[in-house]
């Protein structure tokens, strides 16, 4: 009973097994960050200055991709500190704070998948009211409401982890979670009302994957008959499940490695498993997407020449040059065509 409500800091001891490589692991959790953060806000950027790009389904993509960076952003940091740090402490507030950015990021993709998911049968099943049911101004506000809905379930959890009375102040993982700062209770007694509040969130966001499963057979029994949506399903319809399957699997697999795995399973595979949804989605989402969705492909390309051509001036004149001289009907010289190839070389 002496150390109930005196605990003001906690000890990560998922980082013991980290001593030994942290440099290693410091450099690559860098390089992933990084490249979370450069193709993420490279996709945000894109859709936003695109005016072509502001339809339903790319809104979406660019909301999908803030919630990634808002995530990751409640991890990394922390993280790479930590590796550097000798002494892996963490603050009782700011361990509250991690485990709300961190598992409001994980349910939030959930619900964007949803809504994606509904768009995508809207777009398929009912093709005539698709601009009147989605539309721009209808879409943000349920992303706005799914998102804000998802952080409010989140921060209950949270409120009610922190009225907790704890006797220990170590968690056996890399970063703060809900569960596990519930775990260190006193008295199991207390956690009953966390244990009915977290098993209604579970259920809420298993009835979200019911939606989406509903809305795909809807949609996969409307494009066996018509070979248009069968091209449209395999566009824009197999990144959203190759995303959904991958989040389902990396979230049943820290389930079970919470509940069933804290004693039987080695210390580096609990770590690893707990930060699968930190690291695989983020990068995978958006170069998927970038690569299958058509417009984005384009837009991408287009980006990539205009770098090209800035970074050469003279290329970029002469093919201007070029160009213009097609478009007006004339002839392109063999003269300008070398002209353009020793720019090239250069």
Not at 48 to 55: P, Q, V
Request: aromatic share 14%; with cysteine; glycine share 4%.
């Amino acid at each position: 009973m002496n150390n109930v409500s005196v605990i003001t800091m906690f000890f990560l001891s998922g980082f013991n097994e980290t001593i030994s490589h942290r440099f290693v692991l410091f450099f690559l959790s860098l390089l992933c960050y990084c490249i979370i953060c450069l193709v993420n806000v490279s996709l945000i950027v894109i859709i936003i200055l695109d005016t072509n790009l502001h339809e339903s389904m790319y809104i979406l993509l660019c909301v999908f991709c803030m919630n990634a960076l808002y995530g990751t952003a409640g991890f990394y940091p922390r993280f790479l500190w930590d590796l550097l740090s000798d002494v892996h402490l963490i603050s009782y507030y700011s361990c509250l704070i991690q485990a709300q950015v961190v598992y409001s990021s994980a349910c939030g993709e959930l619900s964007i998948l949803a809504l994606m998911a509904y768009d995508r049968y809207v777009a398929i099943c009912q093709p005539l009211k698709y601009h009147s049911i989605m539309s721009k101004q209808r879409v943000i506000r349920f992303a706005c409401f799914s998102w804000s809905t998802t952080f409010c379930i989140m921060a209950v959890n949270v409120f009610l982890t922190s009225n907790v009375k704890l006797c220990s102040p170590y968690i056996s993982r890399l970063f703060c979670g809900n569960s596990s700062i519930v775990q260190l209770a006193c008295f199991p007694a207390q956690t009953t009302i966390n244990a009915i509040v977290a098993n209604i969130a579970i259920i809420i966001y298993a009835l979200h994957g019911g939606f989406i499963v509903w809305s795909y057979m809807y949609i996969i029994q409307k494009c066996v008959k018509s070979i248009e949506n069968r091209a449209k399903f395999m566009q824009t319809c197999v990144p959203h499940l190759v995303s959904l399957h991958t989040f389902v699997v990396i979230m049943l697999f820290d389930f079970m490695s919470n509940r069933f795995g804290s004693k039987v399973l080695p210390q580096v595979l609990r770590n690893f498993i707990a930060i699968e949804f930190l690291v695989i989605p983020p990068v995978m989402n958006p170069l998927m997407y970038g690569f299958k969705l058509t417009k984005i492909q384009k837009k991408m390309g287009s980006l990539r020449a205009f770098v090209f051509y800035f970074e050469n001036p003279k290329r970029k004149l002469i093919t201007a040059t070029v160009t213009s001289r097609t478009s007006e009907g004339g002839r392109t010289s063999l003269t300008d065509l070398h002209r353009l190839r020793t720019a090239q070389r250069q």
